[in-house]
């Protein structure tokens, strides 16, 4: 099957293309040499993780250097540890005796991990280098390699720390998802759901009609989930770039509770798609209580989730630790909670929510809950 490619258009930002297919990684090298902001890059610096790099980085440095360009690859340990300062400051001071300079680039080779901090050291790094994306799990494809969003994490909480800068390029090379353990397939799955909740009817009971074979990995339909989550996100991005026009925020419906579920149970505890999951479970019961989220619609989400994989978490924490580590996220205006609602799908609300009509609902989530 062809690749497909998506142009991605950002007003103020340079347009870039995300090929998605079956066995693109060995031609990287030459899509860059394609791509204007790297296709003269004297040096890259190629980072990834080390899940990834035995499996995959001999391949994707191959091609860039059979495209003629000099590479340099750090491999930094797998997992949340890896967004930190202590990792970013390392990978920087590297770049530094590598000589590297504002007309090299970033290849970042790996899960939203490895993408996040890729581009934000690029992004910051001379005061700013291009960055390419190279995604290798089902989440990082459907999210977080596309938009622009870099970050690294504080004790306080996910990504407090970041800037925005759109990629050069992004290669979603599909065959790279056969060695996701199921775990990870699972977090992607989450935000593919999330995508198609607040999409559109026509994006929900597609994924309504296939979850099974989603789960399954079968191509064609893992193929289509991952380029309909990148148009959706790549749209909503046109609108809001920064998250400064009320419009990008609706991307993290979920993402209060389950920011706050990664921090309070150690990053890496659960998969960020998991706490997604269980952020849009808390997002509809808080909806359905305030009278805003049909019962019927909270029901079949709970129902889509459980057939991607993604059942109700053995979570909770004290509601005084909850509310206060949901207090940090990023929506938080004047101390105020806000949360991404269901009208319908694709009918969301941003809504300021009483912290006792929050602590509440929270508790009475926790109650319903399954024995598990």
Known sequence: MPATRIDVQIPGEHGYD?????????????ECRGVQAVAQCPQLLLISDSNVAPLYLACAKDSLVGAGYKVCDITVDAGE???????????????????LGRDCAVVSLGGGVVGDLGAFVASTFMRGMPVVQVPTTLLSMVDSSVGGKTGINLAAGKNLVGTFMQPAYVCASTDVLSTLPEREWACGCGEVAKSAVIDSDDFFFWLIDNAEALRRREQAVVDEAICRC???????????????RGVREYLNYGHTLAHAIEALSGYGTYSHGAAV??????????GTRLGLTPAELADTQGQLLDALGLARLDWRAPLSEAMECMKRDKKVRGGQLRFVLLRDVGDWALLDVDDQDVADALESFYDAAPAL
């Open 18 to 30: 995300v090929r998605v297919g079956d066995a693109i990684l060995a031609a990287l090298g030459r």
């Open 277 to 286: 999951a269980e952020g849009m479970r808390f997002a509809a019961f808080l």
């Open 81 to 99: 540890s890896s967004k930190s300062i202590a990792v970013a400051g390392e990978v920087w001071e590297a770049m530094a005796l590598l000589g």
């Open 230 to 244: 990148i148009v959706f996100k790549a749209g909503v991005v046109a609108q809001d770039k920064t998250e400064s």
